[in-house]
């Protein structure tokens, strides 16, 4: 497990029970850990969130060691097996929480305890079965508080999502059906030709669910497929909105020339507040939420997918904004070498990629997206190419990376000649998740359409292969899409 260090912070975290503080010894002592009446050793820590939802290191800020659960508990060099801890609040003791273990393989939870012994320093820190004694609740600064809630959220939230026996929920209350903001659910696409064509879209999958906690806190865990059923199975006369992950949906959209085309996922949500209990070795704790539920059939309307076009770039005056999607992370710089066909060629003029064959016939161009960052920042996305690599860039970043959302790529494409699509078909790699088309006509509308199809395929897998941290895919997708649209669209 790869820890990360978490954000500098203004204060150290300290923990305290009734028998004393948690300690790091001195350096003539070895590295144990203790609890001590008078906290006079090395008592400051920080933490290291790691990949699991919800979980950390405890790392001395003296020593730069954490804490590993042997017992007893002792400091070792960080990043290690066996140092991955969670918080769990104490129900009705603000600023008060265990310091937990949990055992993947049998689900019991240790906590942080002080039955260790006795020792020089005070008594010895332990990992023991947890059983709510004083000793196993550590209150934190009241600064930390929050940070603390939402890391517990985080994991408990996490766990109900993959075994709802951890949680329960108890409904209180509905609200009435209301139309939701509409999140952008496929890739752009822009019909370049003189005609009207149909270009049909792959959705990317949106459940509408979304979740807030009235702690005042967020968890950026969302609402599972078991977690809705739980949900649902207390709603009073609401058919609700589903859609499975694993569902690809099509929509057929007749683009006038000239114009901007993409899907929108239009929610219709109501509101509904109820309070979770999160229960694992029978010390029960809760908090209240509110959830988003999508619904059909309303008085408000449905949810739905629905086409838009417009002669504007999505975004400027009729374009679709998102402030619903979630956030994810970016590279601030990201690279993809293309196999491209033997007799075409790629270059970047003005932030745009265009790509030729046939001596110089323009085949398609491709302008990234933008970025905006969870300050409301927008950052453009810069586009530059080298031979067959094309490398993108997130301008204005001062990390390696960036937490916002990416407006999807738009792009164009134009006739191809028989010489490209005769080099493409030798060259080109095939992708898996490129659908093989029916056998064409000569009719160059309809070899228009295919590339259109392709490239719309990449930049929907483009996005969805962003979304799992792989940034890379946003522009590999679109120019893979298009390299498989040569060699599949042949007359």
């Known amino acids: 497990m790869t820890a990360t260090p978490a954000a500098a912070a203004t204060d150290a975290y300290t923990f305290t029970n009734p028998d004393g503080t948690l300690n790091a010894t001195g350096t003539g002592d070895g590295n144990q850990i203790s609890v001590t009446p ?37 400091q070792q060099s960080c990043g290690k097996d066996g140092e991955q801890w969670h918080f769990r609040p104490v129900d009705g003791k603000p600023n008060i929480f265990g310091i937990v273990r949990r055992d993947d393989s049998s689900g ?43 890391l517990s959220l985080d994991y408990y939230a996490d766990l109900c999502s993959k075994k709802t026996s951890t949680c329960s929920w108890t409904e209180k ?14 890739s752009v696409w822009y019909n370049d030709t003189a005609s009207s064509m149909k270009q049909v879209f792959t959705t990317i999958y949106h459940s509408g669910w979304s979740q807030a906690y009235s ?21 009073t006369a609401t058919t609700v909105y589903t859609s499975d992950e694993t569902t690809i949906n099509g929509i057929a959209v007749d683009v006038p020339s000239k114009n901007y085309a993409w899907v929108d996922f239009a929610a219709v949500g109501k509101k509904v507040t109820g309070t979770w209990t ?20 309303s008085a408000a309307g449905s949810t739905m997918y629905i086409a838009r076009t417009s002669p504007d770039v999505p975004g400027s005056s009729t374009g679709a904004t998102s402030p619903d999607v979630k956030p994810q992370t970016f590279a601030k710089t990201t690279s993809k070498t293309l196999d491209l066909p033997e007799d075409a060629s790629m270059t970047a ?8 064959a046939d001596g110089g016939t323009t085949v398609a161009t491709v302008t990234p997206g933008t970025v905006t960052d969870t300050d409301g920042t927008v950052h453009k996305v810069g586009l530059t190419v080298s031979g067959n690599t094309v490398t993108q860039t ?32 030798k060259t080109a790699k095939m992708s898996a998740f490129a659908m093989k088309s029916p056998a064409l006509s000569d009719d160059k509308k309809k070899r228009l359409q295919c590339l259109g199809d392709k490239m719309g395929e990449g930049a929907t897998f483009g996005l969805l292969g962003a979304a799992l941290g792989q940034p890379e895919a946003v522009i590999g997708g679109v120019f893979g899409g298009l390299i498989i649209g040569l060699a599949e669209c042949s007359r």
């Not at 702690?215 to 709603?235: D, F, K, T």
């Not at 960036?402 to 028989?418: H, I, L, Q, R």
């Open 38 to 74: 008078d906290g006079t050793n090395y008592t400051n820590w920080r933490l290291i969130t790691l990949s699991d939802p919800g979980t950390f290191n405890i790392a001395s800020t003296s020593s730069g060691k954490c804490i590993y659960s042997a017992q007893p508990a002792v």
């Open 108 to 150: 019991t939870e240790y906590c942080m305890d002080n039955r260790g012994g006795l020792h020089l320093w005070g008594i010895l820190a332990q990992p023991n079965a947890c059983n709510g004694s004083a000793s196993q609740e550590w209150t934190i600064p009241a600064s930390k508080a929050a940070e603390a809630l939402k």
């Open 173 to 186: 209350s509905e609200g009435q059906p209301e139309a939701l903001p509409r999140t952008p659910a496929s």
């Open 215 to 235: 702690v005042g806190v967020s968890s950026s865990v969302g609402v599972s497929v078991p977690v809705q059923a739980m949900i649902s199975s207390q709603l």
């Open 278 to 297: 999160f229960d694992t070795d029978n010390q029960p704790w809760t908090t209240d939420s509110t959830v988003t539920v999508p619904v059909l059939n």
């Open 349 to 356: 003029i003005n932030n745009t990629a265009t790509i030729t």
């Open 394 to 425: 997130i301008e204005g970043v001062t990390g390696d990376t960036v937490t916002g959302t990416m407006s999807p790529p738009v792009y164009s494409v134009k006739d191809v000649g028989a010489a490209s699509v005769a080099a493409a078909k």
